[in-house]
């Protein structure tokens, strides 16, 4: 299974909402990573729409058909960051293409 | 607290060996699988393979299947990753994480640079 699909990047202004988009992930198993350069990712949603303890509720998840879509509302500086899919197919685990978020 | 701690950054040259280790603590080391992807420089997030630490079963990316070996000490709560005939193109960071077979990614290392250069 090759990479999943996303956007390389995406920008909004703070207080915006963004979406964008995962594709080709025919499985629910759909996890979303948060990364800042230097530091280690940071899981932010797991199983397309559920957000783990601690996680601001600015962050949302969403999957139909092969498409998963993350929704960061209110952008604020903080979330500049590059953002990775993940979800599992043919017995391994595949990562997206990663989209850039620039908070302008 | 869940913690994966990684083994201290390498250099190495072209045609050499690499093995990284990560020491797992708060939780209990053979309920979860580890699973270890990379980060080349300006690139994206690379799936390497996953190691069931209760057994030791093994799944490895095809592109690394003959250079990558994974195992696990549960003496010790540690797992490691070698790879091996390094070449430029491994120069990366390299995470290991609780988690994999579509289960979430969580926590992961701080990450172990290995540059390869001669």
């Known amino acids: 299974q090759s990479a999943l699909t996303q956007p390389a990047s995406m920008s909004g202004s703070p207080g915006q909402s963004i979406t964008f988009s995962c594709n080709g992930s025919?499985?629910?198993?759909v996890s979303w990573y948060q990364h800042h350069p230097g530091k280690a990712p940071k899981l932010i949603i797991f199983?397309?729409?559920n957000r783990p303890s601690g996680v601001s509720n600015r962050f949302s998840g969403s999957k139909s058909g092969n498409t998963a879509s993350l929704t960061i509302s209110g952008l604020q500086p903080e979330d500049e960051a590059d953002y990775y899919c993940c979800s599992y197919a043919g017995a391994r685990d595949v990562f997206g293409t990663g989209t850039k978020v620039i908070v302008l | 607290q869940v913690e994966l701690v990684q083994s201290g950054g390498e250099v190495k040259k072209p045609g050499a060996s690499v093995k990284v280790s990560c020491k797992a603590s708060?939780?209990?080391?053979?309920?979860?699988?580890i699973t270890w992807v990379r980060q080349a420089p300006r690139q994206g997030l690379e799936w390497m393979g996953w190691?069931?630490?209760?057994?030791?079963?093994?799944n490895y990316a095809q592109e690394l299947q003959g250079r990558v070996k994974m195992t696990t000490d549960t003496s010790t709560n540690t797992v490691y990753m070698e790879l091996r005939s390094l070449q430029s193109d491994d120069t990366a960071v390299y995470y290991c994480?609780?988690?994999?077979?579509?289960?979430?990614?969580?926590?992961w290392g701080q990450g172990t640079l290995v540059t390869v250069s001669a």
């Open positions: 025919s499985s629910d198993r």
């Open positions: 708060g939780y209990t080391f053979t309920s979860y699988g």
């Open positions: 190691i069931n630490v209760y057994n030791g079963n093994t």
């Open positions: 994480v609780r988690g994999g077979r579509g289960g979430p990614f969580d926590p």
């Open positions: 199983e397309a729409s």
